[in-house]
């Protein structure tokens, strides 16, 4: 696929434009997706999820929104911990990764579980209505995060978590020498070897190498307006989960 189209560094968007760009973006990996990741996450991402919906404290009878749903891998998650008295909402931009989602969750007989097409800024849900907001791979991508802070604050109940789970730069320089090599180098040999799309997987390493790091991402939340801050590093510090509290 790629070539097929002109590349853009959409790392380095902002706002609506950056959303346009990840909205196509997505609509063309949709049918990949879920195989290309699991194999470049070296088959972690299903036990990285599950430990973020734990670090969230979600549990049966939650309510939670999940922003930037996709194929709904983390929604599946979620909507199997809260079981049939909790309920799961999933937005995303992008119509072709909710057509995957809808697909899963229907086959899982999921009926407390629903997506719909939104934005992770503007969600149009209701205040103070949600007992976790889970966003899986999604912040890097977000075109204002500052605005998506104050939409998540907003929609949360008093006490709610926000649960981010993302890959990052990792504090310390050794292990972040060689996660460039593996995103540089490896990365780019199984995304050819597997025929994947060359620039979505560019917008993944630049994503990535212009991201904050597990201790600036702390920060930044902090003084977004969020309290009890805790982050946990996987992979030396490569992907971190980080919950924040309203």
Request: aromatic share 6%.
């Amino acid at each position: 696929m790629a070539g097929a189209h002109e590349t853009t560094d959409g790392a380095s968007l902002q706002g609506e434009a950056r959303e346009a760009y990840v909205e196509a973006m997505f609509d063309r990996i949709s049918a990949p997706y879920d195989r290309l990741n699991r194999i470049i996450s070296l088959g972690r991402d299903p036990a990285w999820r599950r430990l973020a919906v734990k670090m969230g404290a979600i549990g049966p009878g939650s309510r939670v929104l999940d922003l930037g749903t996709g194929t709904g891998d983390l929604a599946e998650i979620i909507a199997e911990t809260v079981g049939p008295e909790g309920r799961v909402l999933g937005l995303d931009l992008s119509e072709g990764m909710l057509s995957v989602a809808r697909v899963k969750l229907k086959r899982r007989g999921f009926a407390h579980a629903s997506v719909r097409k939104g934005n992770a800024r503007e969600t149009g849900e209701t205040a103070d209505a949600w007992d976790a907001v889970t966003m899986g791979w999604v912040l890097r991508n977000v075109g204002d995060r500052p605005a998506t802070y104050e939409e998540i604050l907003r929609v949360l109940k008093p006490g709610g978590r926000l649960v981010v789970l993302d890959c990052s730069k990792p504090d310390n320089p050794i292990m972040r020498f060689g996660f460039w090599i593996y995103l540089r180098t490896v990365m780019p040999l199984l995304i050819r070897f597997l025929h994947g799309d060359g620039d979505a997987y560019r917008y993944l390493k630049e994503s990535t190498e212009k991201f904050l790091t597990p201790n600036e991402l702390t920060a930044e939340l902090t003084r977004a307006g969020f309290s009890k801050v805790v982050c946990r590093k996987l992979m030396g510090g490569s992907m971190a989960i980080h919950v924040a509290t309203r």
